[in-house]
Each structure stands twice: as structure tokens, then as C-alpha cells.
């Protein structure tokens, strides 16, 4: 009996998006080694994120469509080659919220229309970035380190990875399409409706 396309297809995406996590998890080992806590917890919450649903749902195979971890590995090795660390960061962040939205539709009951998720990422991103903002304030006071400088900066960095989120979102509405085709809409049902 011929293995069917999907499971190939659902197979290959979790081996692809499995082997991504495990180098966000050794980045994020290397990261707390090498005394640099608040980006090495940042990949380490990043992974258990990315972990959850195959934890809840005991199989392997559920895990976010490869891209997404692909897109946040890319992140962490610009961050730590030292190529754009800090558009690396924003490029992280919004990767982070994306997940967020992505487990929320395809593995909860919650259903959200692809246009609605756009904006959702968005405003996800926004969350992540103040909550990562915070964190950088307390790293600079607790640890000494000097994440934040000016204000202008900081408001500076939400926009800037607003408009990122925004634009990644998008992308990831196009792959999606692409990946369903225009006419069919995945829920977390595992069931394609017509749209």
C-alpha cells in the first residue's frame, strides 16, 4: 500500500520543521553558555512553544508548517553570525508571534479566516514586542546590559516590527494559498471547506 501524498507531505514537514527547532534549541543552549541569558531564553521559550502541540497531541507530526521554524532559524544564525543582529532580532520577534497565531488556528478550536490572521499576527507581533521590550528593561537593570538606549529607539522598534509582522504575515497568506489553493480553506478540523 503506497504511502498517500498527505502523509508524505505532513511527514516531510515535520521532519523539516523538527530538525529547524532543534537547532533554534541548540542556539538557544549556546546562548545561555555563552552568558548571553535573555536571547538564549528567548530561543528556549521559542522551542516550547513550537513543542506544544506535538506535547498535547502526542504525535510528531504536529507541528507548524516548516517555513515558520525555517524563518526563525534563519533569525537566530544571522543574529549570531552578526549579519543585521538587530533586523535578525526583529525578524525573530515577529516569527515568534506568527507561531503563536498559526498553533492557535490549526491546533485549537478556534478558526480564524486568513485575512483576519493577518491582522491578528499583527497585533500578536505588537504583544511580543512589548513583552520582549520589557524584558530587555529588566536584562539591562538585573544583568547590566544594555539592550535599550533612548526612547526613540524603542518606538522606533515597535513600528519597525509591526511593519515586519505585517508584511511576513502576508507572505505566509500567499504561501498558505499557494500551499491549499485559492478555492479551499484549512480549519483546524483537518477538513478543507470551500471559501
Do not use: C, K
Not at 14 to 21: E, K, S
Not at 125 to 148: H, N, P, R
Amino acid at each position: 500500500m503506497a504511502l498517500d501524498d498527505s502523509v508524505i507531505s505532513e511527514r516531510a514537514n515535520a521532519l523539516a520543521g523538527w530538525t529547524l527547532v532543534g537547532l533554534m534549541s541548540l542556539g538557544g543552549v549556546g546562548n545561555v553558555l555563552a552568558g548571553t541569558l535573555l536571547w538564549g531564553g528567548f530561543w528556549l521559550v521559542f522551542v516550547g512553544i513550537l513543542s506544544i502541540p506535538a506535547l498535547v497531541t502526542r504525535s510528531w507530526v504536529a507541528v507548524v508548517p516548516w517555513p515558520l521554524p525555517a524563518i526563525a532559524a534563519l533569525s537566530l544564525v544571522a543574529r549570531e553570525a552578526g549579519v543585521y543582529p538587530e533586523s535578525a532580532g526583529h525578524l525573530a520577534v515577529v516569527a515568534l508571534a506568527l507561531a503563536v497565531v498559526v498553533e492557535l488556528d490549526v491546533f485549537t478550536p478556534v478558526e480564524l479566516s486568513r485575512r483576519f490572521a493577518v491582522a491578528f499576527a499583527v497585533l500578536t507581533t505588537m504583544a511580543v514586542e512589548a513583552l520582549w521590550i520589557i524584558a530587555q528593561y529588566y536584562s539591562d537593570v538585573w544583568l547590566g546590559t544594555e539592550f535599550l538606549s533612548t526612547q526613540t529607539e524603542l518606538q522606533e522598534d515597535i513600528v519597525i516590527v509591526s511593519a515586519v509582522g505585517f508584511v511576513v504575515g502576508v507572505l505566509f497568506y500567499w504561501y498558505l494559498s499557494a500551499a491549499d489553493g485559492e478555492s479551499t480553506d484549512v480549519h483546524s478540523t483537518g477538513h478543507r471547506e470551500n471559501t
